[in-house]
């Protein structure tokens, strides 16, 4: 995973609440077996609309989305997160997330950043009357900031460090192997196993 | 302070506590199908990995399975893959699978429970939203995604921090013909998409307590789409008496029994959150729009948007309206659809398939529309079968398929064409969830059943 730090990009207006992540990725476009290639299905059923955001030709480059409340709700598909990630965004911002989609994006490398529906708001109207406003994500500061704004966000600090320093969860957690071990001595017996089918 | 039923289980499971870090969290139960797990086990073979427990896991195929010709390969070259690919890395990593056409082949959320595999007090995650189900069992089940799923694989253990918890209270006794597909829309419709966000939603009440397990499941499995990962019932006659006889009950049943019992929540234990609602004035419930939480009761009207006073809310709800094709104030039993789907890990169990072959017996469905009965697994298409629901559905005019989640998703080829309209009782009614510019309604067993019968949204009373 890429360490992430700061990122000074353009963004995506994307005025939509409840954007769940069927829309984000359908699901006939979940069938690849590789972590690439899912960008052709991001959005899919919006694509074909010339006026659909991610076809305006000003928010081509832009690597930050800022999107209405509820954003990644509904399916598990860590397909949703890589679909942007492949598209090229490295940072989503909204007022509120879905559970899993959040946890996955933590865990995938893509920020998500909860501002508040006045800042969405204030930043949505300041991206489209400046198409290339440049907008700095300070992870380290934990800021958003452009023009003269600057608004604070809050992110507990061992997802912060994580992606400060790019860190394999698996890795951490092969470090506790032992008490891994230890724990799974005291299970009780009666639980199941699937092996040996019954 | 006494704890919640999940506090309970999270305490009992937590490998490692650290300030300032998630919990390091133990996973009893790792539920696997073709989706969502290719690129973990790839992960795993790119460091070198193995299973840690083979023995704590299994895999189904089931999101792109096809109901029709299981006999032959599956026409689809990418969803053959993605089964192919799955079967190989079961074998190589030492999985067990159950593969279309085996008996236990089935919906991954259909098939834990029927085997017994699900008891209470686990801890029990799956690359599913949907994983929520399990939790009917007084089981702490979750969906996660696929590093999540290669972090179990590898380490049987998730880093997780502890969620809030919620109350939801259905207190009374419900109408006849209203089922827990009802209560939970409702449940939804109250709290919103977002409202269980952050939360581990735990359900009470005497009208959850008087549910049988299957209903249990139903509403359990819509946990997600109030936004909360898990939802969970406490454990009691009912749930034991579900596992009692399964293949893979506990063989030391008084041990566990005894356990199980004490999965309840401690009468002075503080929920962050409560909602309650009375049994009573709970009726058939559907969706007329395109998240879970815009529904209503069948008997009124497509809402008007502009009544709504919520900006965000009312935006949405105009977006619907027109993605769905409807009116403000119509009427939503004038509303007529052309496809009826009965199945799902929500609804596609055997008492579902019963409750909805009662309405059928002896008629025919209406000849404006299809209907597709999809079982939830191989046993419980053999179980209806053995009671002859097949027959009725058959000779009501419906399709009897294979088992898999099918038209739920649309990952196979049971989908909806642009404009066609679904009364579904599977769990999302998302813009193209069922196929590309389809538009689903989601409903009960029963308003599914007698949406068939009169071709428009109707529930029992009417026919």
């Known amino acids: 995973m890429d360490k992430f730090v700061t990122l000074v990009g353009t963004a995506v207006p994307l005025r939509r609440s409840n954007v769940d992540t069927d829309q984000i990725i359908p699901a006939v476009y979940l069938k690849r077996v590789t972590r690439s290639g899912f960008e052709d299905g991001l959005f899919s059923a919006w694509r074909n609309d010339p006026e659909f955001e991610l076809n305006q030709e000003k928010y081509k480059n832009a690597t930050i989305l800022v999107a209405g409340i509820d954003f990644g709700t509904g399916s598990s598909r860590e397909h949703a997160v890589w679909a942007l990630q492949n598209y090229g965004f490295k940072v989503v911002i909204a007022p509120r997330f879905g559970d899993i989609f959040r946890g996955n994006s933590g865990k995938a490398g893509l920020l998500t ?86 | ?38 690129q973990a086990f790839d992960g795993l073979r790119l460091a070198g990995r193995p299973v840690r427990r083979p023995d704590l896991t299994i895999a189904t195929e089931d999101h ?24 190989a890395n079961c074998a190589e990593f030492g999985v067990r699978i159950h593969s279309l056409g085996d008996i236990d082949q089935g919906i991954v959320h259909v098939v834990g429970p029927q085997l017994g595999l699900t008891q209470p007090g686990m801890t029990i995650i799956c690359g599913d939203s949907h994983t929520s189900t399990h939790g009917a069992f007084g089981a702490l089940a979750f969906g996660v995604g696929t590093s999540e799923v290669e972090h179990v694989l590898a380490t049987q253990t998730l880093p997780l921090i502890r969620p809030k918890m919620m109350a939801v209270n259905v207190e009374g006794e419900l109408a006849p013909g209203v089922t827990s597909k009802d209560v939970i829309l409702a449940i939804i419709a109250k709290i919103g998409t977002g409202g269980g966000v952050g939360y581990i939603v735990e359900y009470r009440g005497s009208a959850i307590r ?30 034991f008496a579900y596992i009692k006889g399964k293949p893979h009950a506990p063989q030391d049943w008084d041990a566990a029994v005894a356990y199980w019992k004490t999965l309840t929540t401690d009468a002075d234990a503080k929920f962050d959150h409560e909602v309650t609602l009375r049994a009573e004035e709970i009726a058939p419930f559907v969706t007329w729009g395109t998240n879970p939480a815009q529904g209503a009761p069948l008997s009124g009207n497509v809402p008007d948007p502009a009544s709504i006073t919520d900006a965000e809310e009312r935006g949405a709800a105009e977006r619907a309206l027109v993605y769905m094709g409807l009116e403000a104030g119509a009427p939503l039993k004038k509303i007529a659809v052309d496809t009826v789907f009965l199945g799902s890990c929500t609804n596609g169990r055997i008492e579902d398939l019963r409750s909805a072959a009662a309405i059928l017996d002896g008629k025919k469905i209406a000849s404006t529309l299809r209907m597709l009965v999809v079982p939830g697994s191989a046993r419980v298409r053999l179980q209806a079968e053995a009671e002859g629901l097949d ?73």
């Not at chain 1, 860190?167 to 017996?189: C, H, M, N, V, Y």
């Not at chain 2, 309970?8 to 506590?17: A, L, T």
């Not at chain 2, 133990?26 to 539920?31: F, K, N, T, W």
């Open chain 2, 210 to 239: 008087a549910m049988t397990m299957e209903s249990r499941l139903t509403i359990c499995n819509m946990s997600i789409e109030a936004g909360a990962r898990a939802g969970l019932i406490a454990p009691d006659e009912t749930t």
């Open chain 2, 391 to 463: 027959k009725i559905f058959i000779d009501a005019g419906a399709e009897w398929r294979n088992a898999g989640c099918s038209m739920c998703l649309g990952m196979n080829p049971d989908q909806l064409a642009v404009g066609e309209r679904s009364a579904s009782t599977s769990n999302r009614n998302f813009e193209g969830r069922q196929g590309k510019g389809g538009r689903t309604h989601l409903v009960s067993p029963l308003v599914a059943a007698a949406t068939a019968l009169r071709g428009t949204l109707s529930s029992p009373a009417d026919l």
């Open chain 2, 64 to 87: 792109n399975t096809p109901t029709q010709n299981i006999d032959q390969p599956i026409a689809d070259p990418v969803s053959k893959l993605q089964v192919d690919t799955l079967r």
């Open chain 2, 1 to 38: 302070m006494g704890k919640t039923l999940a506090e309970k289980i999270w305490q009992e499971h937590v490998v490692r506590s650290a300030a300032g870090e998630p919990d390091l969290v133990y996973i009893d139960l790792h539920l696997i199908h073709e989706v969502t797990s290719p």
């Open chain 1, 113 to 198: 950043i909860t501002l508040s529906q006045h800042d969405v708001e204030a930043l949505w109207t300041a991206i489209e009357a400046k198409s290339d406003l440049a907008i700095t994500v300070d992870l380290e500061a934990r800021t958003v900031s452009y023009g003269h704004s600057s608004v604070g966000f809050i992110i507990d600090d061992y997802t912060r460090w994580r992606l400060m320093e790019g860190l394999d969860d698996i890795g951490l957690t092969l470090q506790q192997t032992d008490s891994i071990d230890s724990f799974e001595k005291t299970r009780p017996a009666f639980k199941p196993q699937t092996i040996p089918a019954r």
